[in-house]
C-alpha cells in the first residue's frame, strides 16, 4: 500500500497516510486538527547521487550524455533540432 501526503489548510500542517489510492481520493481528516480542509500533495523523491556508496552500487551512475548518443539535454543525437 503507498504512503500518500497530505496538506491542512487549517492548521498548516503536513501528513502521511498509509492507504489504499481508492482510499485517498475520499474526503481526508487532519491528524492533528481533525479539520476537512485537506489536499493531497505531489510527493517526490531524489534520485542517489553519485558516489553514494551504498550496497545497492552506485545508482545515480549511468554515463554521461555522450554516452547515450546525445551532446547534452537530449538523448536524440542531434536529430531534433533542439540545438543540443
Do not use: Q
Not at 49 to 67: F, K, L, V
Amino acid at each position: 500500500m503507498p504512503i500518500y501526503e497530505f496538506y491542512c489548510s487549517d492548521c498548516r500542517d503536513k501528513f502521511e497516510v498509509l492507504t489504499s489510492y481508492e482510499a485517498s481520493r475520499a474526503e481526508m481528516v487532519c491528524a492533528s486538527c481533525r479539520g476537512t480542509n485537506v489536499r493531497k500533495l505531489l510527493s517526490v523523491f531524489a534520485r542517489p547521487a553519485r558516489g553514494g556508496g551504498d550496497d545497492y552500487g552506485d545508482a545515480g551512475d549511468y554515463g554521461d550524455a555522450e554516452d547515450f548518443g546525445g551532446g547534452g539535454g537530449c538523448s536524440c543525437g542531434g536529430a531534433c533540432s533542439c540545438n543540443n
